[in-house]
Each structure stands twice: as C-alpha cells, then as structure tokens.
C-alpha cells in the first residue's frame, strides 16, 4: 500500500490569518504545502506568485510542492526555486508554451523534485520520460473555488498512479495526494 501524502492548498486559506492556517494544517498532520500557481492565461484565474511562496517557506519547515499552471513556466521557475519550492510540477500541453524537457532538467539542475501535471484531457504519450513523477489533475484547470471530480484510478496507467482530491483547506485536509514514483 502506497503511504498518503496530505498536502493542503494554501489557495483555499484565509489569507488575512495565513501564519494560523499554515499551522492549523502543521498540527492536524499535513505532510507538504501545495501552492497552486495560476497566470490569467493557461487557467482563466489569478493566484498568486513566488512572493507568497517565500512568505509561506518562512512559515513553515515542511516541503512547499509548487504547481505552476501558467504559460512559459520556465521563466518564473527561477523564482520559485528561490522562494523556496521543494517540488515544482509543470504542465505538458502546448497551451503551456514551454519546452517540458528543459522546464525539467532546469528545476532538477537546481536540486528541486520535478514533476509533471497532465490535464484529465491530455493523452499519456505527451509524458516526458525525464519526470520522476506526476499529477493527474481530476478536472481542467478553471478557477481557485472549482470542484475536483474523482478520477477513477482504473484511466490511468499503472505507472502514474498519483491522484489528487481536494478539500476545503480550513478542515485540515485540503489535498490528499498519493504519491507513488515511476516503476
């Protein structure tokens, strides 16, 4: 049995009280903060940036996986390795504008876990082989409050068996994340 990563979304957090958050979800046993990046362009919402990701690297000792859906991500992968990211995933289609297997030897160059997240969509075969792992992402990136739909585990292939389910980042248990490596 593969061990269950929780890694709550500070997205979902109250902003204006992000310090109690972060250590409401420390407390309640979160093994990584998940930061979920979004430009107005490759998903049609704002989040924030790699200023908020130093903030919270300096609220926190656990590992900060940084999810960038945005457009020619291998230009603000500098600014999150020097925010602080542990683990920065990446998308692989097109609509990205970026060359997966650089973005990816930039962020392993740096000595931070790269990754890479692939649109419920988006075919298998687009996988680069130089990504130790990955995120299947149960819906198309939309919007920050957007509901995940469960994605049964029997659409994707035995080697990708990561799968995300989101909660509401005030109950503790924001994002459950199973995290098995490539066999």
Known sequence: MQRIIVAPSILAANFSRLSDEIHRVETAGADWIHCDIMDGHFVDNISFGPEIVRIVRGLTSLPLDVHLMIEHPDHYVPRFLQAGANSITVHVEPEAKHDVGK???????????????????????????????????????????????????????????????????????????RETRRR
């Open 103 to 177: 973005t990816l030897r930039q962020i392993q160059d740096a000595g931070c876990r790269a990754g890479l997240t692939l649109n419920p969509e988006t075919p298998f075969d687009l996988i680069e082989s130089t990504s130790k792992w990955m995120v299947a992402s149960t819906q198309r990136p939309r919007s920050s409050r957007s509901k995940m739909a469960q994605t049964s585990s029997s659409l994707a292939p035995q080697s990708f068996t990561r799968t995300i389910t989101q909660r509401r980042f005030a109950n503790c248990a924001a994002n459950e994340t």
